[in-house]
C-alpha cells in the first residue's frame, strides 16, 4: 500500500450522520493534514495534526493521530450534503513526496444522501 | 486576499505539441509546488521550487517536463512533445515562507489546470 492511503475508497451515509475516514502511512511523519476536494476542484486544507499531537478539532472535524500505529482518522460530525466531495490525507515527507512536498494517498470520496 | 491562481483552467493540446501551465501563488507566498492527479487518484508531488530556485524536482519525469519560478511573474511548468499519458489535473500549491527561512507546512492549493491531450 502507499503512503497516505485512505479507507474506506468510498462511504455512503445520510445527512445528519456523522462520517469517519482512516488513513495509513508507513514512513515517519511530521504532520499530517486533511484536505477536501470537491469534484473537479482544487483542494482545500480542512486540518494539520503535528506528530506530537493525539487529537485535534476543527468546528464538526475531528482528527486523530496514532503515530505508533501510523494511522489517522477524520471524523466529520453532523454531515451535510455540502459534504459530498473527496478527502485526502497528506503527510510530509515519505516516499513520493520529495524534501518538501506532500504524499496524498487515493482519497476516500463521502456522499452526503439528503 | 486572492488565492492561488492557475491559468489555464483547462488546455487542450495534439500529440506532439508543448503545454504551458501558469501558477501564481497567493500574495507574500514564496515557496510553490507543483502535483499532479490523475484521475480518481492521489495527487502525486512534482517539483517545489523557491524564487529563481529548484528545490526538489524529485517527483518530476526526468524527460519533456520542466518548471521554473522567475524573480517576476508566476511559476510555469512546461511540458514538452505531450502524449496522452500526460493528461491529467496540474495542481499548484504554495506557502510562505517563515522567520528562520522555513516554509509553513500548510500548503494552498489552486484550481489546478486540466490537460487533455488528444
Known amino acids: 500500500s502507499q503512503q497516505g492511503e485512505e479507507d474506506p475508497q468510498a462511504l455512503s451515509i445520510q445527512e445528519g450522520e456523522n462520517a469517519t475516514m482512516n488513513c495509513s502511512y508507513k514512513t515517519s511523519i511530521n504532520n499530517l493534514q486533511w484536505y477536501r476536494q470537491n469534484s473537479g476542484r482544487g483542494l482545500v486544507h480542512l486540518i494539520l495534526i503535528r506528530s506530537n499531537e493525539r487529537e485535534k478539532h476543527s468546528g464538526r472535524l475531528r482528527v486523530t493521530l496514532d503515530t505508533s500505529k501510523k494511522s489517522s482518522s477524520l471524523l466529520i460530525t453532523a454531515s451535510r450534503a455540502a459534504d459530498t466531495a473527496s478527502y485526502f490525507c497528506?503527510?510530509?515527507?515519505?516516499?513520493?513526496?520529495?524534501?518538501?512536498?506532500?504524499?496524498f494517498g487515493k482519497g476516500t470520496h463521502l456522499i452526503i444522501q439528503p | 486576499n486572492a488565492g492561488v491562481m492557475q491559468n489555464p483552467r483547462h488546455l487542450v493540446r495534439r500529440r506532439g505539441q508543448e503545454a504551458r501551465l501558469r501558477c501564481s501563488p497567493m500574495k507574500g507566498h514564496s515557496h510553490v509546488y507543483w502535483y499532479r492527479q490523475l484521475p480518481e487518484e492521489g495527487l502525486k508531488f512534482m517539483v517545489y521550487l523557491q524564487k529563481e530556485n529548484i528545490i526538489d524536482e524529485s517527483g518530476m519525469p526526468k524527460e519533456r517536463f520542466s518548471a521554473e519560478f522567475p524573480k517576476e511573474g508566476p511559476s510555469i511548468l512546461r511540458i514538452q512533445q505531450v502524449v496522452r499519458g500526460d493528461s491529467a489535473a496540474y495542481f499548484c500549491?504554495?506557502?510562505?515562507?517563515?522567520?528562520?527561512?522555513?516554509?509553513?507546512?500548510?500548503?494552498?492549493f489552486g484550481p489546478g489546470t486540466r490537460l487533455l491531450v488528444l
Open positions: 497528506a503527510t510530509d515527507g515519505g516516499s513520493g513526496g520529495g524534501a518538501d512536498g506532500l504524499t
Open positions: 500549491a504554495s506557502s510562505p515562507r517563515l522567520a528562520g527561512g522555513t516554509n509553513q507546512e500548510t500548503q494552498y
